[in-house]
């Protein structure tokens, strides 16, 4: 069975920091990773993904994500927060051979002071 | 081309009634999902359609919800009865046979009283 964590469930940051969301997952296959975002009122939308190759994955908006077997993680970043990016963050994984639907995490709220 | 459109935005039902969420997904993808949303369980997998044929469903779901896809470009989330645990934002998304990424549409907001 495969499970998505988030450790975090509300992180706050002032515009201008760095942010770091954590995602860790648990399966013993292949796996499909991404990242998506969900503003308040709104459907989530698609900022990455990782399947294989370099473990450093560029999205959206400045966001960049990093794989890593060992930790069994796929943490999200970005160097330097804007307003707009206050959103609630979801960690997302998939197996091919199991189907293509997605296990979400819980999700993490960033909250961006001025 | 337009995204995932859903209708209503929001839906307000006493319990026991049935109630008929609507989706249309992007035009040309094939699988198309059904999630629900609460701040306690998170997104919860309610159905899973590839080319209108159902490929998973969420089993605690079975009993009241049923999802059905008309034609590849419409789709139909009911729930009967309506109890006031359904009360949930319902999110419907599609994806394209070779994408990875799925389009989410705005969601409905179902309050069941």
């Known amino acids: 069975t495969q499970t998505v964590s988030q450790s975090d469930a509300h992180v706050t940051v002032f515009e201008g920091d760095s942010v770091e969301l954590r995602c860790n997952y648990s399966y013993g296959g292949s796996i499909y990773l991404s990242w998506y975002i969900q503003h308040h009122g709104r459907g989530l939308q698609f900022l990455l993904k990782y399947y294989s190759g370099n473990p450093v994955v560029q999205g959206v908006n400045g966001f960049e994500a990093e794989f890593s077997k060992s930790d069994s993680s796929f943490h999200l970043r970005k160097a330097s927060v804007h307003w707009s990016d206050s959103a609630v963050y979801f960690c997302a994984a998939s197996t091919y051979q199991g189907g293509r639907a997605l296990i979400f995490g819980t999700g993490t709220t960033v909250s961006v002071s001025p | 081309d337009a995204g995932v459109t859903q209708t209503p935005r929001h839906e307000v039902a006493e319990k026991g009634q049935t109630i008929i969420l609507k989706c249309e997904p992007v035009s040309g993808h094939n699988d198309l999902f059904w999630y629900r949303q609460t701040k306690i369980q998170g997104l919860e997998l309610l159905s899973y359609f590839r080319s209108k044929s159902l490929m998973e469903d969420g089993g605690a779901f079975k009993d009241r919800f049923k999802a059905e896809m008309l034609n590849s470009s419409f789709s139909t989330l009911k729930i009967q009865p309506t109890e006031p645990k359904d009360s949930a934002v319902y999110l419907c998304?599609?994806?394209?046979?070779?994408?990875?990424?799925?389009?989410f549409g705005p969601g409905t907001r179902l309050t069941v009283l």
């Open positions: 998304a599609s994806r394209g046979d070779w994408d990875y990424e799925q389009y």
